[in-house]
């Protein structure tokens, strides 16, 4: 999957696009707070975040919704818009809007109407960059097994200004709570040192025990 656009909405309906070359580095330079910083946590609301982290400022009072057109590797495109959360005074927009192959040219803001709610966003995502069944059944039965999703996935894809220069951290919101284990229950699989049949086979024992405690 590449991001083809970034596309920003005004209120008036004025779009602002940001056009990345496919297969190559692309480097975004400008002056200091001029909204460089911001285009992560722009990519990373339109991609399904439970929250939202654009930064406050004159992004966040302008923009009425935040795009991006995205191709995978079957060539098929899609077409994502999130509403600005400042609009409804909320911390997150729970709905998108997701339109596929619509073509080169991103839809007016009238023709922006939200069509699903982010964890069919997320769904969608995940069958779509090739993330089969799997799950992590920890040792301890102290928490619930966790699937690897998409969601799992942007720990490893975005190295902000801030990441990259601290000590502490190699993962992105790895300070977050619950994502530091997370982290250590995904990697394995998104590294491929996990066998997805053995996982399957895991996946199917566990149900049969739980089956079985229920007719014990």
Do not use: W
């Not at 656009?5 to 400008?30: D, Q």
């Not at 301890?140 to 220069?165: D, G, I, M, W």
């Amino acid at each position: 999957m590449q991001i083809q656009k970034i596309i920003l909405y005004s209120h008036s309906g004025k779009k602002r696009i940001l056009p990345f070359e496919l297969g190559k580095v692309n480097i975004i330079t400008g002056e200091s707070k001029s909204g460089k910083s911001a285009l992560i946590e722009i990519i990373n609301y339109c991609l399904a975040s439970s929250g939202c982290d654009i930064p406050e400022g004159i992004i966040r009072d302008t923009v009425s919704y935040f795009a991006i057109q995205i191709i995978f590797n079957d060539s098929e495109t899609a077409f994502i818009a999130r509403e600005n959360p400042n609009i409804k005074g909320i911390q997150a927009s729970t709905t998108v809007c997701l339109l596929r192959n619509i073509g080169e040219i991103p839809p007016n803001l009238e023709d922006i109407k939200s069509n699903l709610n982010v964890d069919a966003l997320k769904d969608f995502l995940t069958r779509k960059i090739g993330i089969s069944e799997n799950i992590h059944i920890p040792d301890s039965l102290t928490r619930e097994p966790l699937k690897a999703n998409f969601k799992h996935s942007r720990f490893y894809c975005y190295q902000p200004q801030y990441l990259v220069a601290d000590p502490y951290q190699l993962f992105y919101n790895q300070n977050k709570e619950f994502v530091p284990q997370s982290i250590k229950d995904t990697l394995p699989y998104f590294l491929g040192a996990v066998n997805e049949n053995s996982l399957a086979i895991e996946s199917e024992i566990t149900q049969l025990k739980k089956n079985l405690n229920r007719l014990v």
